[in-house]
């Protein structure tokens, strides 16, 4: 199953961009053996001054059409880092092709997103910065594949 990260914004180079390429990399490694990856990033943003709604609607194109999709919003529900390896795992056993995880911009994602996800995730009921969201993410990623793995960087 490949995997897409949609986000609001561009990640310029810096502390953000080296983890989430480090993950990343991480992840495409030890995902590949279980049927996960690759992970493809799309940036999006909204040029015309349409704020969330426009950013909504770029962030649907840009998930490839039949995508899981879930929607990273401190409204959704939170899980364990096992949870979510298995979420994965169960949607790429189901057959799912594609799984595009939504990131929205400074003010979160429209409501549209979050309606049509196939699940909301929240890292918390603390609002973080959604460039600490991706690399957040992309451990998360890394976190799953090593659990589906069995490999020995998760300890809990």
């Known amino acids: 199953m490949r995997l897409h990260i949609c986000a609001v914004g561009r990640l310029r180079t810096g502390p953000e961009r080296a983890l989430v390429d480090d993950y990343l990399s991480r992840f495409d490694r030890t995902g590949r053996a279980l049927g996960l990856g690759p992970v493809t990033v799309h940036e999006v943003e909204d040029k015309k001054g349409g704020g969330i709604t426009a950013e909504g609607a770029l962030l649907c194109k840009s998930a490839p059409r039949g995508a899981r999709i879930i929607a990273l919003d401190e409204r959704g529900k ?36 979050r309606d049509s996800s196939d ?38």
């Open 78 to 113: 939170t899980m364990t880092s096992v949870d979510f390896a298995h979420l994965l795992a169960r949607w790429r056993d189901d057959g799912a092709q594609d799984a595009a995880l939504m990131i929205g911009g400074a003010d979160g994602l429209d409501t549209s997103v």
């Open 119 to 156: 699940r909301q995730l929240s890292f918390g009921p603390m609002v973080w910065p959604h460039m600490l969201v991706r690399v957040m993410l992309a451990e998360q990623l890394y976190r799953a594949a090593s659990i589906l793995a069995g490999g020995p960087y998760h300890r809990a």
